[in-house]
Nanobody, 124 residues
Framework: VNLVESGGGVAQPGGSLRLTCATS??????????IDWYRQAPGKEREFVAA????????NYASFAKGRFTISRDNTKNTMYLQMDSLRPEDTAVYYC????????????????WGQGTQVIVSS
């Protein structure tokens, strides 16, 4: 199942962006999975950002995302979101979404292929 990310762009420090993740595969249900956001900054490894269980909406955040980022989903649209507020230059990265096991599973892993991601640049 491929997920498609969108919504990236350029924001100033302290600004906000909302990323969107949607599946191009009609009829697929995420009810048995969690949806994760990851990011990869230049020269760094991909890292976990946040996850949400599709059925109950339980969430999990990386420490750097707590209090600034909010993950959510719209079950009716098979779409999930990452609202990013109080952005910092170190949030600059390509952001990816994917689906993985139940949210209680740690460390996280993903089941799908990685898409193109969406670029986020935080700069004044």
């Amino acid at each position: 199942v491929n997920l498609v990310e969108s919504g990236g762009g350029v924001a100033q420090p302290g600004g906000s962006l909302r990323l969107t993740c949607a599946t191009s595969l009609s009829g697929f249900t995420f009810s048995n999975y969690a949806i994760d956001w990851y990011r990869q900054a230049p020269g760094k490894e991909r890292e976990f950002v946040a996850a949400i269980s599709w059925s109950k909406g339980m969430t999990n955040y990386a420490s750097f995302a707590k209090g600034r980022f909010t993950i959510s989903r719209d079950n009716t649209k098979n779409t999930m979101y990452l609202q990013m507020d109080s952005l910092r230059p170190e949030d600059t990265a390509v952001y990816y979404c994917n689906y993985g096991p139940s949210i209680q599973t740690v460390p996280r892993r993903v089941f799908g292929s990685w898409g193109q991601g969406t670029q986020v640049i935080v700069s004044s």
